[in-house]
């Protein structure tokens, strides 16, 4: 099992910054890949971004040049830094874990909010 802890979510103007932190605990040595999903009202989950255990990382179209994922392996903690933030970054965002096993760990989620 791997818990997931995120923090960092907000309100905050268009334009503006903020970084979410994800904390894992408890089988970390399975790990193999930490990313980030949102979920706006009305819509599907989607993928933002994501950090392999090589720190290969991937991100949506929609966020590539604004958005920039790290990960500490030291810490156990992925990091999602957020700049020029738009309305439409709005959402609750979730921390997702993939193990080598093949099971996926989400945490609770953190509110995003961007005002216009």
């Known amino acids: 099992q791997v818990q997931l802890v995120e923090t960092g979510g907000g309100l905050v103007q268009a334009g503006g910054s903020l970084r979410l932190s994800c904390a894992a605990s408890?089988?970390?040595?399975?790990?193999?890949?930490m990313g980030w999903y949102r979920q706006a009202p009305g819509k599907q989950r989607e993928l933002v971004a994501d950090v392999t255990s090589s720190s290969s990382t991937n991100y949506a179209d929609s966020v590539k040049g604004r958005f920039t994922i790290s990960r500490d392996n030291a810490e156990n903690t992925v990091y999602l830094q957020m700049n020029s933030l738009k309305p439409e970054d709005t959402a609750v965002y979730y921390c997702n874990a993939d193990t080598v096993d093949l099971l996926g760990f989400w945490g609770q989620g953190t509110q995003v909010t961007v005002s216009s």
């Open positions: 408890g089988s970390i040595f399975s790990i193999k890949a």
